[in-house]
């Protein structure tokens, strides 16, 4: 698994002003910008090709990942600076694709494939999601051994309270391991009673070929969009498509929406920041 596909052509209207010239992708989480995180797992992964897929003013992402300018002075750094900056210079190899209409997430990974080869299997990584695992392998990581092992696709799932399923695409199955299901329904925010599975897709997913062909032909769903969930559901009827259920351990931010995006900010500050949880409780 070479290749990945990041979903960036979202506007993010709920964060203005903030996201009026800056993409949303690059706030920051401390230091870093979310997208970088989300870079780094893919790389983690093994995934150094890394598929944008962007609109209108979203170029900024793309320079991000690109060599630095040459009007820094990169060689004037302190060691630490120096060596982050130019770690990003040979991070991945960056492809870029637009999706000019936003036709829902379905739509933009399928304009993504266009950019990996055919009989390639690809991760698809949504960035609004942060994930961090105490120590050991990263999510991705984990998927790409599952789907190295068993040769099919793989998606990432989270247990969330019943009152959160109508957020998310639900999976239901039956339980192959600890961690591990066969998926065999998947419901796009369910309303309620349609479905009693807990199990939320969090935005990392594996495919294997076979659902770039599936993507042309879905139909509008949910909301009118073109629904990645749906194509998914027809990759059910022809290949076995696995659900890696992550532990309580692994932390998840959705940093599409503010408080989301606070919750990751302080979880790596408590991290990083020297007595930063004393310095919050002192706060409150
Ligand atoms: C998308 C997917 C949904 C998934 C979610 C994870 O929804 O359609 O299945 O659970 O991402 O964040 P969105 O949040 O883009 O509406």
Request: net charge negative.
């Given at each position: 698994m070479n290749y990945s596909i990041i979903?960036?052509?979202?506007?993010?209207?709920?964060?203005?002003?903030?996201?009026?010239?800056?993409?949303?992708?690059?706030?920051?989480?401390?230091?870093?910008?979310?997208?970088?995180?989300?870079?780094?797992?893919?790389?983690?992964?093994?995934?150094?090709?890394?598929?944008?897929?962007?609109?209108?003013?979203?170029?900024?992402?793309?320079d991000h990942f690109d060599k630095i300018n040459p009007k820094f002075s990169v060689g004037k750094l302190g060691n630490s600076v120096r060596e982050k900056v130019e770690a990003l210079d040979d991070m991945i190899e960056v492809i870029s694709v637009r999706q000019k209409l936003p036709l829902g997430l379905g739509h933009a990974v399928m304009k993504g494939t266009l950019a990996v080869p055919e009989d390639a299997s690809f991760a698809v990584m949504l960035p609004d999601m942060l994930i961090f695992s105490d120590g050991g392998s990263s999510v991705m990581q984990r998927m790409n051994e599952i789907h190295e092992k068993y040769g099919c696709s793989v998606v990432a799932l989270k247990e969330v309270p019943?009152?959160?399923?109508?957020?998310?695409?639900?999976?239901?199955?039956?339980?192959?391991?600890?961690?591990?299901?066969?998926?065999?329904?998947?419901?796009?925010?369910?309303?309620?009673?349609?479905?009693?599975?807990?199990?939320?897709?969090?935005?990392?997913?594996?495919?294997?070929?076979?659902?770039?062909?599936?993507?042309r032909d879905v139909k509008p769903g949910k909301g009118g969009e073109i629904q990645l969930t749906d194509a998914i559901t027809a990759?059910?009827?022809?290949?076995?498509?696995?659900?890696?259920?992550?532990?309580?351990?692994?932390?998840?931010?959705?940093?599409?929406?503010?408080?989301?995006?606070?919750?990751?900010?302080?979880?790596?500050?408590?991290?990083?920041?020297?007595?930063?949880?004393?310095?919050?409780?002192?706060?409150?």
């Open positions: 979903p960036a052509a979202g506007l993010a209207t709920r964060f203005l002003p903030a996201s009026k010239c800056i993409p949303k992708e690059l706030f920051p989480v401390l230091d870093k910008p979310v997208i970088q995180y989300i870079v780094e797992e893919s790389v983690e992964a093994g995934a150094t090709n890394v598929v944008f897929v962007s609109g209108n003013g979203k170029e900024a992402i793309l019943a009152e959160m399923r109508g957020l998310y695409g639900i999976a239901e199955g039956t339980r192959l391991s600890d961690d591990t299901i066969e998926i065999k329904r998947l419901v796009e925010k369910p309303a309620e009673g349609e479905t009693s599975s807990n199990l939320a897709v969090i935005g990392r997913y594996i495919f294997t070929p076979k659902i770039a062909a599936l993507l990759l059910l009827s022809e290949e076995k498509v696995l659900g890696f259920v992550i532990d309580e351990k692994t932390h998840v931010f959705d940093t599409g929406n503010m408080e989301g995006f606070a919750l990751a900010n302080v979880f790596a500050a408590l991290r990083r920041v020297p007595d930063f949880s004393n310095k919050i409780k002192e706060l409150i």
